[in-house]
């Protein structure tokens, strides 16, 4: 019950990093630039990649996408967490995954992102690694 708990939770911060990002992303100002003039400049500039869309339109498909990739995560391990428990355990490739992919999401938010949505993976990916010790211990 306990791991259960634990896995639970640590999807839960994941579901809700990712949820805020969304409601950021598309509601919000949060992602404009400070600087009008870069602002105006991404909306008109198009990747080298292809002219069929902007830097901007790239910028607000991307944080839409990370986000929905965050909820997926949340709802798939949530849901193992609390109705496939023995599944999720006693599968090595669901275990191994849930780790690479908060560790992963820790590394990148160390990088490139900043404190909050840190310490947040930070949490989850405690909470995913002690839920499995005590799983196997």
Do not use: Q
Request: aromatic share 14%.
């Amino acid at each position: 019950m306990a791991i259960a708990i634990l896995l639970s939770i640590g999807s839960l911060i994941i579901g809700a990093l990712g949820l805020i990002h969304l409601i950021y992303t598309f509601h919000t100002n949060r992602f404009e630039p400070r600087d009008d003039a870069l602002g105006r400049s991404l909306r008109e500039v198009s990747p080298v990649l292809t002219s069929e869309t902007s830097m901007w339109k790239a910028w607000i498909g991307f944080n839409a996408s990370h986000s929905l990739g965050a909820l997926l995560f949340a709802a798939v391990y949530g849901y193992l967490a609390v109705f496939e428990l023995t599944f999720l355990l006693s599968s090595t490739f669901l275990v191994a995954l849930s780790l690479v992919v908060l560790g992963s999401y820790l590394v990148l938010a160390r990088l490139y992102w900043f404190k909050a949505p840190f310490l947040g993976i930070l949490v989850s990916t405690a909470l995913f690694a002690i839920g499995y010790v005590l799983a196997y211990v």
